[in-house]
T-cell receptor
Framework: EADIYQTPRYLVIGTGKKITLECSQTMGHDKMYWYQQDPGMELHLIHYSYGVNSTEKGDLSSESTVSRIRTEHFPLTLESARPSHTSQYLC???????????FGSGTQLSVL | GQSLEQPSEVTAVEGAIVQINCTYQ??????LSWYQQHDGGAPTFLSYNALDGLEETGRFSSFLSRSDSYGYLLLQELQMKDSASYFCAIYTGGFKTIFGAGTRLFVKA
């Protein structure tokens, strides 16, 4: 079944640690996105990619980085996590209809 | 700039009809989307309106008036499982989808 997967679902780590949030999709979509969402708030775009080796920063400034070496894989990395990075991170993809986003279940990150 | 306004909370009873409004301001506009998100879950796409008028999908309908920069989501025959947050979002082209802050819907028995 075509889907979009994120791991881990929950992550609690200490300040200064390096982390990578994984995102994979089996829908064959070229476009992938990372959104950040705080409780009860809107989603903010932090990164997007139009395809392999294409990555751009979104509207919300983020200290995270992303890579797109394979079409199906779009990991997000924080080199040194801080408490201000505590948030939910949602990965999404879209096909030819870019207005329709498919989301993963998200990673709830807590940095202590 | 770009902004969306929607109510923060709506409460309704099971079996009733509820309307969630969304007004927006944007310099570029292709269409209005609605997403549903249950607590701890992923946002799921409900509808997209590019043209004025009403689009119906089962119990859910979505309306757009481009001249009024206004849309709404209509949920009929409410069920307990409809309790969730509902986000309106404007698609402004390319990679850009701008989300509202969401409306939390509580369905009571």
């Amino acid at each position: 079944e075509a889907d979009i997967y994120q791991t881990p679902r929950y992550l609690v780590i200490g300040t200064g640690k390096k982390i990578t949030l994984e995102c994979s999709q089996t829908m064959g979509h070229d476009k992938m996105y990372w959104y950040q969402q705080d409780p009860g708030m809107e989603l903010h775009l932090i990164h997007y990619s139009y395809g392999v080796n294409s990555t751009e920063k979104g509207d919300l400034s983020s200290e995270s980085t992303v890579s797109r070496i394979r079409t199906e894989h779009f990991p997000l990395t924080l080199e040194s996590a801080r408490p201000s990075h505590t948030s939910q991170y949602l990965c999404a993809s879209s096909g030819d209809s870019q207005e329709k986003l498919f989301f993963g279940s998200g990673t709830q990150l807590s940095v202590l | 700039g770009q902004s969306l306004e929607q109510p923060s909370e709506v409460t309704a009873v099971e079996g009733a009809i509820v309307q969630i409004n969304c007004t927006y301001q944007t310099s570029g506009f292709y269409g209005l989307s609605w997403y549903q998100q249950h607590d701890g879950g992923a946002p799921t796409f409900l509808s997209y309106n590019a043209l004025d008028g009403l689009e119906e999908t089962g119990r859910f309908s979505s309306f757009l008036s481009r001249s009024d920069s206004y849309g709404y989501l209509l949920l009929q025959e409410l069920q307990m499982k409809d309790s969730a947050s509902y986000f309106c979002a404007i698609y402004t082209g390319g990679f850009k989808t701008i989300f509202g802050a969401g409306t939390r819907l509580f369905v009571k028995a």
